[in-house]
């Protein structure tokens, strides 16, 4: 007969129950998938859209990470960042992702090294050098931050260490972390998607265009179909968004109206407009003034809800340019200095465009205001430095007068801006206006559903520099004074994913990862405290608790 009051009994029914429980646990958590991030700022999960992007995957995607090896303790942590991420991508790809990290110093032999190394970097993985204090020496290392993806037969190379001017390198590998996610997935977006979106780059009014433009032109391939069209022909509704940069001549009536009514049909536009025609071909003269340009946009950008004022910026904060200072015999010295109308713009907006970008270079840009437009939100994207002025026009353009004119006091204005998104249901420029000739009445929509225009007061953003010798372009934002390449194309290619919507991947950018470094001087100034703390505490409550134990036992037994 089973005694149901045995504790033998009870005991081996508890555990049964809980081998039942555990199994039932396994069992639903294979059915019901879950992840649960504990962390501050979710610095494990990942994006709803990315999560979209690798559940439909057809194929499998091998990615290859050649940051490994002998490498520092920074670039450890973002190993382990890269690590972690793609572990994430694997589990929601449904095992789709194959990652391996290679080290490329494992080639044997230095030539195969070599050539091995040079293989990367043609495929954009470029390398940077780390120095690093061992054993009271300075080493160096040549690593390649940076991973291979392929796909269906194509591949494409992603650099994932972020370059930001005058942040420290612990910083630096922050925003590098917080940008893992959106580096992998756009690069897997880029060969697994099928169809396109269609880029219009406008042309018929002295647009970018040649060997300025291939950059530009370059990188937009690259993502995007991409078609020149004219405003004055053509149905602009097949086109996901428009760009037009830096026009210099008059757009007529109807291709204004044409503008208007795409943007009113839910179209984007990209405006990079310069306000002045300044150019440096003639800013050796004393006498060179720039005067504004008619390009007849005026009335419809204001009611979009901004203005570009007939002004240039000038601040601190700039690039350089070459100046003849004197005479070495019969050769001229040239020094390289600061051109203010070469605005480094590195302070941005809190936005998913602009979110750890590194500074992009402007030319001859002008200051934007914002009037009342009802509907619209207007997010300001780009500023100039604390240290800086506005010239109304005409404005003197002149290298000779650059060492006589920079006085700091003359800038006084702080974080002027440059750039501007413009979001909502836009009204048209026509409506309660007479319709231009050769516009369809019929068709006429006077206001529109939601629609995104991004005004940057500068068309020379997407102007690539050409070699002066051999007259190739060079890569978007690289100076060749400096030899450093500004960020330029990582935010013309933001914007046009902003206003592509490109599934919401955009969205990844804007992961924050903080940092809690600890306080070196407090830790220095509290150092013995916290020891104490550590090591004397623990022992001295272990002994308490024993001496307290052992005295209870006493008092119990010896009374009894």
């Given at each position: 007969m089973v005694n149901w009051k045995s504790k033998k009994l009870s005991d081996m029914l508890m555990l049964a129950n809980g081998l039942v429980l555990l199994v039932l646990i396994n069992i639903v958590s294979s059915i019901l998938f879950f992840r649960a991030d504990l962390t501050e700022e979710k610095r494990y999960s990942i994006k709803e859209p990315t999560k979209a992007l690798l559940r439909d995957l057809d194929d499998d995607v091998y990615i290859e990470v050649y940051l490994e090896g002998d490498i520092n303790a920074g670039f450890r942590r973002f190993q382990t960042a890269i690590r972690e991420t793609l572990e994430e991508f694997r589990v929601y790809s449904g095992n789709k992702i194959r990652y391996a990290f290679i080290d490329p110093a494992i080639a044997t032999g230095q030539k195969a090294r070599n050539e091995f190394m040079a293989e990367l970097a043609s495929k954009g993985i470029q390398p940077t050098r780390v120095f690093d204090n061992r054993d009271g020496q300075r080493t160096e290392k040549l690593v390649f931050p940076g991973a291979l993806i392929s796909y269906g037969g194509a591949e494409t190379g992603v650099n994932l260490l972020t370059s930001n001017l005058g942040t420290s390198s612990e910083e630096k590998l922050n925003r590098s972390i917080e940008g893992i996610e959106f580096e992998l997935a756009h690069a897997i977006y880029k060969l697994t998607v099928e169809t396109p979106k269609r880029i219009g780059l406008v042309r018929g009014h002295g647009e970018l265009d040649g060997a300025q433009a291939m950059a530009f032109r370059s990188a937009l391939q690259e993502v995007y179909d991409v078609v020149d069209v004219s405003l004055s022909a053509g149905n602009l509704d097949d086109f996901d968004a428009l760009v037009v940069a830096k026009p210099t001549t008059t757009f007529s009536e109807i291709e204004k109206y044409r503008l208007d009514q795409y943007i009113m049909r839910r179209g984007n536009v990209l405006l990079l407009l310069d306000k002045l025609e300044a150019s440096m071909d003639s800013a050796s003269r004393e006498d060179y003034f720039a005067f504004p340009y008619n390009l007849n946009l005026d009335d419809q950008l204001f009611k979009y809800g901004v203005r570009i004022n007939m002004d240039l910026v000038q601040d601190r904060s700039s690039g350089l340019t070459p100046v003849v200072t004197g005479q070495s015999g019969s050769k001229p010295e040239i020094q390289l200095m600061e051109?203010?109308?070469?605005?480094?713009?590195?302070?941005?907006?809190?936005?998913?465009?602009?979110?750890?970008?590194?500074?992009?270079?402007?030319?001859?840009?002008?200051?934007?205001?914002?009037?009342?437009?009802?509907?619209?939100?207007?997010?300001?994207?780009?500023?100039?430095?604390?240290?800086?002025?506005?010239?109304?026009?005409?404005?003197?353009?002149?290298?000779?007068?650059?060492?006589?004119?920079?006085?700091?006091?003359?800038?006084?204005?702080?974080?002027?801006?440059?750039?501007?998104?413009?979001?909502?249901?836009?009204?048209?420029?026509?409506?309660?206006?007479?319709?231009?000739?050769?516009?369809?009445?019929?068709?006429?929509?006077?206001?529109?559903?939601?629609?995104?225009?991004i005004v940057v007061a500068d068309g020379d953003l997407a102007a690539n520099a050409v070699h002066p010798r051999t007259r190739q372009p060079q890569p978007l934002g690289f100076d060749v004074f400096t030899n450093y390449t500004y960020a330029n194309q990582d935010l013309l290619m933001n914007m046009l994913a902003y206003l592509t919507d490109e599934n919401g991947l955009i969205k990844a950018r804007n992961k924050e990862i903080k940092i809690r470094p600890l306080d070196r001087q407090k830790v220095a100034s509290e150092k013995l405290k916290w020891q104490l703390i550590n090591l004397a505490l623990p022992l001295v409550v272990l002994v308490a608790f024993g001496t307290a134990r052992a005295f209870v036992r006493k008092k119990r037994y010896a009374s009894f």
């Amino acid at each position: 007969m089973v005694n149901w009051k045995s504790k033998k009994l009870s005991d081996m029914l508890m555990l049964a129950n809980g081998l039942v429980l555990l199994v039932l646990i396994n069992i639903v958590s294979s059915i019901l998938f879950f992840r649960a991030d504990l962390t501050e700022e979710k610095r494990y999960s990942i994006k709803e859209p990315t999560k979209a992007l690798l559940r439909d995957l057809d194929d499998d995607v091998y990615i290859e990470v050649y940051l490994e090896g002998d490498i520092n303790a920074g670039f450890r942590r973002f190993q382990t960042a890269i690590r972690e991420t793609l572990e994430e991508f694997r589990v929601y790809s449904g095992n789709k992702i194959r990652y391996a990290f290679i080290d490329p110093a494992i080639a044997t032999g230095q030539k195969a090294r070599n050539e091995f190394m040079a293989e990367l970097a043609s495929k954009g993985i470029q390398p940077t050098r780390v120095f690093d204090n061992r054993d009271g020496q300075r080493t160096e290392k040549l690593v390649f931050p940076g991973a291979l993806i392929s796909y269906g037969g194509a591949e494409t190379g992603v650099n994932l260490l972020t370059s930001n001017l005058g942040t420290s390198s612990e910083e630096k590998l922050n925003r590098s972390i917080e940008g893992i996610e959106f580096e992998l997935a756009h690069a897997i977006y880029k060969l697994t998607v099928e169809t396109p979106k269609r880029i219009g780059l406008v042309r018929g009014h002295g647009e970018l265009d040649g060997a300025q433009a291939m950059a530009f032109r370059s990188a937009l391939q690259e993502v995007y179909d991409v078609v020149d069209v004219s405003l004055s022909a053509g149905n602009l509704d097949d086109f996901d968004a428009l760009v037009v940069a830096k026009p210099t001549t008059t757009f007529s009536e109807i291709e204004k109206y044409r503008l208007d009514q795409y943007i009113m049909r839910r179209g984007n536009v990209l405006l990079l407009l310069d306000k002045l025609e300044a150019s440096m071909d003639s800013a050796s003269r004393e006498d060179y003034f720039a005067f504004p340009y008619n390009l007849n946009l005026d009335d419809q950008l204001f009611k979009y809800g901004v203005r570009i004022n007939m002004d240039l910026v000038q601040d601190r904060s700039s690039g350089l340019t070459p100046v003849v200072t004197g005479q070495s015999g019969s050769k001229p010295e040239i020094q390289l200095m600061e051109w203010p109308f070469f605005p480094l713009i590195n302070r941005y907006a809190d936005h998913s465009i602009t979110h750890n970008l590194d500074a992009v270079v402007m030319r001859f840009a002008s200051s934007i205001d914002t009037v009342k437009a009802d509907g619209i939100r207007k997010t300001p994207l780009l500023f100039t430095s604390q240290y800086s002025r506005t010239l109304t026009a005409p404005v003197n353009v002149s290298i000779p007068a650059l060492r006589r004119d920079i006085k700091p006091e003359n800038y006084s204005k702080q974080f002027i801006p440059v750039g501007y998104l413009l979001e909502g249901q836009f009204t048209s420029l026509f409506r309660n206006r007479f319709l231009p000739e050769g516009a369809d009445k019929a068709s006429f929509t006077a206001a529109g559903g939601p629609a995104k225009i991004i005004v940057v007061a500068d068309g020379d953003l997407a102007a690539n520099a050409v070699h002066p010798r051999t007259r190739q372009p060079q890569p978007l934002g690289f100076d060749v004074f400096t030899n450093y390449t500004y960020a330029n194309q990582d935010l013309l290619m933001n914007m046009l994913a902003y206003l592509t919507d490109e599934n919401g991947l955009i969205k990844a950018r804007n992961k924050e990862i903080k940092i809690r470094p600890l306080d070196r001087q407090k830790v220095a100034s509290e150092k013995l405290k916290w020891q104490l703390i550590n090591l004397a505490l623990p022992l001295v409550v272990l002994v308490a608790f024993g001496t307290a134990r052992a005295f209870v036992r006493k008092k119990r037994y010896a009374s009894f």
